[in-house]
């Protein structure tokens, strides 16, 4: 592990939990039955807690990375769609017409479009951030994802853009991502670093009929045989260069950046907000690499891949939303940010008790 990205995990403390006291206090007080407003008090709390104790609580303005990456692994057929679809789509997302693009549009979240390693020609777009880190990943199943070198260059990216937003005013980061195929990746990443089981993990991402899941299904068995020592020193001792490892071995360059985002954020002590199934692959990534990264990160929405339910029980976290998509690009976290805005304005601007005039017991919990 090179110097740099070994300083960015060193820069990441975890949150002050003592500081939860105060904050539980300061919500009993507020003029509403106790607890009554749920997990949007949940999320108070714990935004309080990334602040370090510091009011009012704030994640505007936010900004989300949606970052574009290739796989060699399509050539195994783990994809109802053909991978120039990746440019296509990345495209479609920096022309306004993507479901992110209309839902960051409407929800007022800036948004960051990356080409993180697509395959073929370089798209050119006055708004795209040309990484290329490659032209696609290798073949997972076959060799080495990532060098661990390329790996580490995506996730440092990935804490660049994130300390770069965080510099330019932003309050909140959050996670998308496009690539044709990255469910498989993701899918590996969730069984070496979580734990799971291939045939619990893996789902039909874009589209796969029962046999297409079974088939990719043995792509990833095939891919942890061949990354086993991989694999198996992640379970063993779960050290950042263990999780390093494993994210060049079965990773993709989209993942990293994101993973580095994440990491960006935690740095920063801002919170990040990650999307569905592949975005949270680069957030278990992140948090394999340094723990305390789970402090600062919201699961936007539980994706509708039948592999989610294993990664969220493995993960100990519960997504803000549950609404059966599984499309990617970060639309769970567009839809999510009005929640963790309602949750802080609640926090901030609620008469307490202690300071309004009203009678009766409602301290009391429901």
Known sequence: MNHSLRAVLESISPVDVTLSTRARAHLDDLTKPRGSLGALEDAALRLFLVAGGQTPLCVDPAVIVVAAGDH????????????????????????????????????????????????????????????????????????????????????????????????????????????????????????????????????PGAGLNPAGVRHKISVVEKALRRHAAVAAAVSASGGPGDALAALAALGGYEIAVLAGVALGAASCRVPVLVDGFISTSAYAAARSLCPAVADYAFLAHASAEPGYAGVIAALGQEPLLRLHMRLGEGTGCALALPLLRAAAALFNDMATFSGARVTGDMKQPV
């Open 72 to 203: 060699g692994v399509t050539r195994q057929g783990v994809s109802p769609y053909p991978q120039e679809v990746t440019t296509q789509m990345l495209a479609n997302i920096l022309e306004g017409g993507a479901a992110i693009s209309v839902l960051s549009r409407l929800n007022g979240l800036s948004m960051t479009v990356v080409d993180a390693g697509c395959a073929g020609a370089a798209l050119e777009h006055p708004r795209l951030v040309n990484l290329r880190l490659g032209p696609g990943t290798a073949d997972l199943s076959e060799e080495p994802a990532m060098s661990v070198e390329d790996c580490q260059r995506a996730l440092l990216c990935g804490v660049d853009m994130a300390r770069r937003a965080v510099d330019g005013g932003a309050r909140l980061l959050a996670t998308g991502e496009m690539g044709i195929g990255n469910s498989t990746p993701a899918t590996a990443l969730f069984c070496a670093l979580l734990g799971l089981s291939p045939a619990e993990a893996a789902g």
